[in-house]
C-alpha cells in the first residue's frame, strides 16, 4: 500500500495534536490532584506561643492566618508568603486579648478557594496554651484525587461507658486519622463548655480517655454532650450524650430496668430452691 505525501502529513499532524492533547490532559489531572493546602498547629504546654506551619500549592498569594476567640472575636491576624516548596510557617503570640478561656481556632486562607482554607482547634487556658499537636489538610477533601475503593474505614467515631452512679465516664473510639489529636469537649446541659482535653490515638486509630464528673460544673442535671472531633470535617466529628444527677451517672432506665429484673427473678429462683417454697399453699 502506498501513502501519499498529502496523506503522512495529516497523519502526522494527527498524531501531534493527539499528543499535545493528551499532554495538556495530563498536566491538567496533575494539578488538579495538587490542589488544597495544609495546617500544623503545635504549642508546649504553658507556652504563650502557637508554632504554626503548612504547605499549599499556590504560590501566587499570601496565607492568612487567623485566630478566632471562643465568643467569636478576632484576637490575632497575620500574612506569610509560602517559599519555592509552597510552605509556609510563623509564630503567633498569645496576648491580652486572649482573655477567654476556651476553644480557640486557627484557620489559614488563601484567596476564596474553599480547598485554600483549612483551621484546626487549639485550648487556651489563663492566658497560655495547653499541649497541642493538630493538623489539618483540605488536599485529602479533593474531589479530584484518586482514592483506594477498598478503603471503606472513614470518619471518626465516639463511645462512653458508665456504671450508674459512677463519678467516671470512659469515653473510647477510632479514627483513621493516625497523625492529628482528638479533641475531646464536654458541653453542659445549659450550653457550657466545662471540659477541654487532646488525645493522640494509636497506630490503629484507636483512643480512650476517662472523664472524671461531680465536680462543680457538673452542678447541672441533664444530659452532657461529648464530642470528640478532628479538625472542622464532618466525618471527624461525633458526640455522645450522658445523663448526669446529683454529679453522678445515670444509665438509660431500659437496661438498669432490665437487669434488676433479671437479678430480681435469678434471686426468687435461687431462695426457692434452697428452701423448697412453693408458691401454692399445701392443706
Request: net charge negative; glycine share 8%.
Amino acid at each position: 500500500m502506498n501513502f501519499r505525501k498529502t496523506d503522512v502529513r495529516s497523519l502526522s499532524l494527527m498524531l501531534l495534536a493527539f499528543s499535545m492533547i493528551m499532554g495538556t490532559a495530563l498536566q491538567n489531572d496533575a494539578f488538579a490532584q495538587e490542589m488544597g493546602m495544609s495546617i500544623n498547629v503545635n504549642a508546649d504546654e504553658g507556652s504563650k506561643t502557637l508554632s504554626v506551619s503548612g504547605k499549599t500549592t499556590s504560590l501566587l498569594n499570601d496565607v492568612t492566618i487567623m485566630v478566632v476567640a471562643p465568643n467569636g472575636n478576632i484576637v490575632s491576624v497575620d500574612q506569610v508568603s509560602p517559599n519555592l516548596d509552597g510552605e509556609y510557617m510563623a509564630d503567633i503570640k498569645i496576648g491580652s486579648l486572649w482573655k477567654q478561656d476556651g476553644v480557640y481556632k486557627v484557620a489559614a486562607q488563601q484567596g476564596t478557594s474553599a480547598l485554600r482554607q483549612v483551621s484546626v482547634q487549639v485550648s487556651i487556658s489563663r492566658g497560655v496554651a495547653m499541649a497541642t499537636s493538630v493538623s489539618e489538610s483540605s488536599m485529602e477533601k479533593n474531589p479530584f484525587m484518586k482514592s483506594d475503593p477498598s478503603d471503606t474505614k472513614q470518619g471518626l467515631t465516639i463511645k462512653a461507658d458508665a456504671v450508674e452512679g459512677s463519678k467516671t465516664i470512659g469515653i473510647s473510639g477510632n479514627t483513621d486519622r493516625l497523625h492529628t489529636d482528638i479533641t475531646i469537649k464536654v458541653t453542659a446541659p445549659n450550653g457550657n463548655v466545662i471540659s477541654v482535653d487532646q488525645i493522640t490515638p494509636d497506630l490503629n486509630g484507636n483512643y480512650d480517655t476517662d472523664i472524671q464528673v461531680g465536680a462543680a460544673l457538673w452542678s447541672q442535671d441533664g444530659f452532657y454532650t461529648i464530642t470528640a472531633q478532628q479538625g472542622q470535617n464532618t466525618f471527624y466529628k461525633a458526640s455522645v450524650k450522658v445523663d448526669i444527677k446529683d454529679g453522678a451517672v445515670i444509665p438509660e432506665f431500659g437496661t438498669i430496668a432490665a437487669l434488676v429484673l433479671a437479678v430480681a427473678i435469678v434471686s426468687i429462683i435461687a431462695v426457692t430452691a434452697r428452701s423448697k417454697l412453693s408458691v401454692i399453699p399445701r392443706y
